[in-house]
């Protein structure tokens, strides 16, 4: 039994749609964000529709988690920075078919994994040692607590430092969870795992234990359920 993780779709829903298909067995699906913006789409109102209509589809199927990456949160509220690819013709059509609040009802900032004594945190660029409070370990417990601030923030419209861009993309300090450039901001977090996507490479980068598996949809991550031990395929 293993759960599929899938890295930044950027509009690719028919590929992302051949690779579900090519692991029907899986327990889950995790999507490590960046739905939207890609140039090659760039002015295909019907093509951001079809996106549109496909997260909505597959909202439904319990199998997906969803994760939230720096793409996807200036089509869903006041984000603190717009991504190169935003369009407000596409900010338009996303509003009239998706709900305002789709990233609260589907979506996840960061997700957690336990096998055995492993915890694995699975996020869209991940999270930096730099952002959790001092004398504090990372458990299951604090994921959940940084989920909820990320997101009682982001709605309200108050400035998250786990939101904002790093230095590696264009802003200040360190990126946070949907912003951390991973080959000039990533650190370890002492005992656990981190799986992202988020900064492209043309294969899967390993840093010790942890996974960057951006490779503009050329690969995917089988997770054992029962072990954790992660298989890199290329599709």
């Not at 749609?17 to 899986?26: F, H, K, L």
């Not at 990533?186 to 490479?201: K, S």
């Not at 899967?204 to 054992?224: F, I, R, S, Y």
Request: charged share 20%; proline share 4%; with cysteine.
């Amino acid at each position: 039994m293993f759960d599929l993780i899938i890295p930044d779709i950027h509009e690719k829903i028919d590929i992302t749609d051949e690779i579900i298909a090519r692991y029907p067995d899986c327990r889950y699906r995790y999507f490590l964000g960046d739905y939207w913006d890609s140039f090659e789409w760039e002015f295909h109102p019907d093509h951001w529709a079809r996106v549109a209509r496909w997260l909505m589809r597959n909202s439904n199927d319990s199998k997906n988690i969803f994760l939230i990456g720096n793409h996807d949160v200036h089509y869903f509220g006041p984000a603190m920075h717009r991504c190169g690819g935003y369009l407000s013709a596409k900010h338009q059509i996303i509003s009239e078919i998706m709900p305002h609040n789709w990233l609260l009802q589907h979506g996840r900032w960061m997700h957690f994994v336990s096998h055995n004594d492993q915890l694995t945190v699975l996020s869209h660029a991940g999270l930096n040692p730099l952002h959790i409070r001092h004398n504090t370990s990372v458990t299951p417990g604090y994921i959940q607590e940084l989920n909820q601030k990320i997101g009682d923030n982001f709605y309200l419209g108050v400035f998250e430092p786990l939101l904002a861009a790093g230095r590696g993309r264009g802003g200040r300090g360190i990126g946070g969870v949907t912003w951390q450039d991973w080959d000039t901001e990533f650190n370890e977090l002492d005992g656990v795992r981190q799986i992202v996507g988020h900064t492209p490479h043309a294969l899967p980068k390993w840093k010790n234990q942890n996974l960057c598996l951006d490779t503009h949809l050329q690969h995917v991550a089988l997770m054992d359920t029962e072990t954790g031990a992660i298989t890199v395929e290329a599709v």
